[in-house]
């Protein structure tokens, strides 16, 4: 772990490096806290100068200002902002790369949408399998297995696209490398 508390790289006793479960499930909250600081934000900037934050943050710079001088701490509340936006941003583009390029990628795209992505969390398992079946082919029907084997496979996919296939190239290496000999 790194000085700053950031997992800086895996070891056996850290089971929280690479865990994609963990980013969907603060994936809600961190919208809900975006949504509320973008608000405020904006509120304050109508109030104390009259115009929207894109407009405020353009006469910024047009006029030359440094944000590093800002007595209203604008910059932190930004800085908050923009980190919460890249956190979604990268989450979110994961998810639609999965979903266009997957074999599965609409099922699971809709598994990860209605489990961790709506605005607001549906009560149970059930409840999800229901938002789920109009997304579904004419005759393909879900029950609870299937729906946690389709979640599985859907985390498992955005994992790969979010930090590689490290586990199973090491996998496959290790395999090649034990198995393959030398033709002499």
Do not use: C
Request: hydrophobic share 35%; aromatic share 14%; no cysteine.
């Amino acid at each position: 772990m790194g000085k700053s508390g950031v997992i800086t790289e895996k070891s056996k006793e850290n089971k929280a490096y690479h865990n994609v479960i963990v980013l969907f499930k603060i994936y809600r909250s961190v919208s809900w806290r975006m949504q509320v600081q973008i608000g405020q934000v904006k509120h304050r900037f109508r109030k104390e100068y009259g115009m929207d934050v894109d407009s405020f943050l353009e006469s910024i710079y047009q006029a030359g200002m440094d944000l590093n001088d800002d007595e209203a701490n604008i910059k932190p509340r930004m800085e908050a902002i923009s980190s919460f936006n890249k956190f979604l941003k990268l989450i979110d583009e994961s998810v639609e790369l999965m979903r266009l390029y997957h074999p599965q990628g609409e099922r699971y795209y809709w598994v990860l949408y209605y489990t961790y992505m709506t605005p607001h969390q549906l009560s149970n398992i059930s409840e999800i399998m229901e938002k789920l079946e109009p997304h579904l082919s004419q005759g393909v029907g879900i029950n609870r297995s299937t729906y946690f084997r389709w979640r599985d496979s859907a985390l498992k996919a955005v994992e790969g696209i979010l930090w590689g296939y490290e586990e199973e190239s090491r996998r496959l290496l290790e395999h090649y490398r034990d198995t393959w000999k030398e033709d002499i």
